[in-house]
């Protein structure tokens, strides 16, 4: 069975600062993996997918993950962040026994402080 | 464009009461789905939904849940004789299929509050 885990359930960091949101994943297949994003009172947001093409892939506002499969590890990163980054992140597997449901993380809050 | 959109935003009932939630999915997805937002348990998958199938059920978590769509477009997710750790926010996202089958893009969600 597919599973996530987010290493870390809160991460602090002030404005123009490296982000790091760490994710492992466990999967009997190659396979699709993906960050969403949720701001308060709002609905989720697609910030990047990987399905086996490039290992390094770049989202939205200027997110990017990298897929290391000898890691079994898909962490979130961003070079320098924005106040307007605060929201809860997912980390997220496609289920492909589940007609490619999606099965989350508990997901990791970010916090950014000026 | 149209998102997926969901109805009522916010819903408070009785404890026993049956409860009827909509989901109006991107128009011309194939693929619809629902999901739970709960505190403490994350974001579950309930049911998914191939046109007007349910290929997989297996996320339901009781007898009381069931969910139907129609005309490959609408799902209304029905929760009878509710109980209080019903309460929860249910999301449904729709996808394109196909080559694109697995992005799914999501509703801003239904609050349940059962009293």
């Known amino acids: 069975a597919q599973s996530v885990t987010q290493l870390d359930s809160h991460v602090s960091v002030s404005e123009g600062t490296p982000v790091l949101l760490r994710c492992n994943y466990s999967?009997?297949?190659?396979?699709?993996l993906f960050w969403y994003v949720q701001h308060p009172n709002k609905g989720l947001q697609l910030l990047l997918k990987y399905t086996s093409a490039a290992t390094l892939v770049k989202g939205i506002n200027g997110f990017e993950a990298e897929f290391k499969k000898s890691e079994t590890s898909f962490h979130l990163t961003k070079p320098s962040a924005h106040m307007s980054d605060a929201a809860e992140y997912f980390c997220?597997?496609?289920?492909?026994?589940?007609?490619?449901?999606?099965?989350f993380g508990k997901g990791t809050t970010l916090s950014v402080s000026s | 464009g149209a998102g997926v959109s969901q109805s009522p935003s916010n819903k408070v009932t009785e404890k026993g009461k049956d409860v009827e939630l909509r989901c109006d999915p991107i128009?011309?997805?194939?693929?619809l789905y629902w999901y739970r937002q709960s505190l403490g348990q994350g974001l579950e998958f309930l049911i998914y939904?191939?046109?007007?199938?349910?290929?997989?059920k297996s996320g339901l978590p009781s007898d009381r849940f069931s969910a139907e769509r129609t005309g490959g477009s609408v799902s209304t997710l029905t929760i009878q004789r509710t109980q209080q750790e019903d309460s929860a926010v249910y999301l449904c996202a729709s996808s394109p299929g196909g080559a694109e089958l697995y992005e799914q893009y999501f509703g801003p969600g239904t609050r349940l509050t059962v009293t």
């Open positions: 997220v597997v496609s289920d492909y026994q589940a007609g490619t449901a999606l099965i």
């Open positions: 128009s011309g997805h194939t693929a």
């Open positions: 999967s009997s297949y190659s396979p699709s």
């Open positions: 939904f191939q046109g007007n199938s349910a290929p997989d």
